[in-house]
């Protein structure tokens, strides 16, 4: 079963798909020798013989601006039997299908990864780390990501979970003991083990031709959606904060801040996003002003 980052993708395949299949039955398609092809005169009335389908009626679908060439750099070439046409390969997160969103590297920088990781972290010269920590549900999260701290360097993020600190385990610690835990830790190594935001999930959108994917927001909190947008069509939910936009954390920030990072994003965009009531819970006593200077809002690296 293959797996999509977007509706859009899930779409535009399954017509390559039907296209290609429908090419394949209608004239026998050349054998592909060391993963090139050589394309074929279109004959009249009937589907080109190319390994790709011509999609340009695709044209304006969904809202998109779509055509072959895009389409077909967005997919790997992959060397099948004689007679058969080439099909996308699984590649990029997850081994997702993206003849749509292709290489975007924004959807990689906001991965949610499964699993658990292991964090080293020293402490600056000040001798602290970056760090501050909520407890929610038996659990203690990541609540503040300083900038240009070993935390921000180390790639922690606003919501990860830590589950162990120094070997020592979290569950059902409060915040001051996971504080303090951290103060008494050796300058030179603390080892964390962390689960990926298990608060948050992504969805990947595709700006329309006016720029455009289809969400109101206020105050960093979605609002309403536009009506058969890509947002309301990948599942965005009102009620739910922007965490981060393409990767980069966007808490704290104006909406005119938000506004120029999403004017400014490629087509494709992927937005973290958080249910209100955790959200709030996971900000509770502390400052807009303080998570606008002080909460890292770098890109981060992939």
């Known amino acids: ?29 050349p054998a592909i020798t060391e993963g090139t092809y050589q394309p074929q005169l279109t004959t009249a009335g009937m589907p080109g013989s190319s390994l790709y389908p011509n999609l340009e009626e695709l044209g304006e679908y969904m809202g998109l601006s779509l055509n072959s060439d895009e389409v077909q750099r967005n997919l790997a070439l992959v060397p099948v039997a004689d007679n058969q046409v080439a099909v996308p390969s699984l590649s990029g997160v997850g081994g997702m299908v ?3 969103t292709g290489a975007d590297v924004g959807i990689r920088r906001a991965e949610i990864r499964p699993g658990l990781r292991e964090i080293i972290l020293c402490k600056d010269q000040d001798g602290k780390v970056g760090l501050r920590l909520r407890s929610i549900d038996n659990g203690v999260f990541i609540q503040l990501v300083q900038a240009n701290s070993p935390a921000a360097l180390a790639g922690l993020r606003f919501g990860d979970q830590v589950l162990q600190i120094n070997g020592q385990n979290c569950a059902g610690w409060g915040v001051d003991k996971a504080h303090k835990a951290l103060k008494a830790a050796a300058e030179t190594r603390i080892e964390l083990v962390v689960r990926d935001r298990p608060f948050q999930r992504t969805v990947t959108m595709h700006k329309d031709s006016s720029g455009h994917v289809g969400f109101i927001y206020k105050s960093g909190r979605v609002t309403s959606l536009v009506k058969d947008g890509s947002a309301a069509r990948n599942g965005l939910l009102t009620e739910h904060y922007i965490c981060e936009i393409n990767g ?25 996003i958080m249910p209100k009531f955790i959200y709030e819970h996971m900000i509770k006593r502390m400052s807009t002003g303080l998570l606008r200077s002080a909460m890292d809002h770098s890109v981060p690296e992939v």
């Open 1 to 29: 079963m293959s797996l999509y980052p977007s509706l859009e993708d899930l779409k535009v395949d399954k017509v390559i798909k039907a296209q290609a299949q429908f090419a394949q039955t209608t004239t026998p398609m």
């Open 98 to 100: 993206r003849p749509v």
């Open 248 to 272: 980069q954390n966007v808490i704290g920030l104006k909406d005119s801040q938000i506004k120029d990072i999403l004017s400014t994003s490629p087509t494709a965009m992927t937005i973290t």
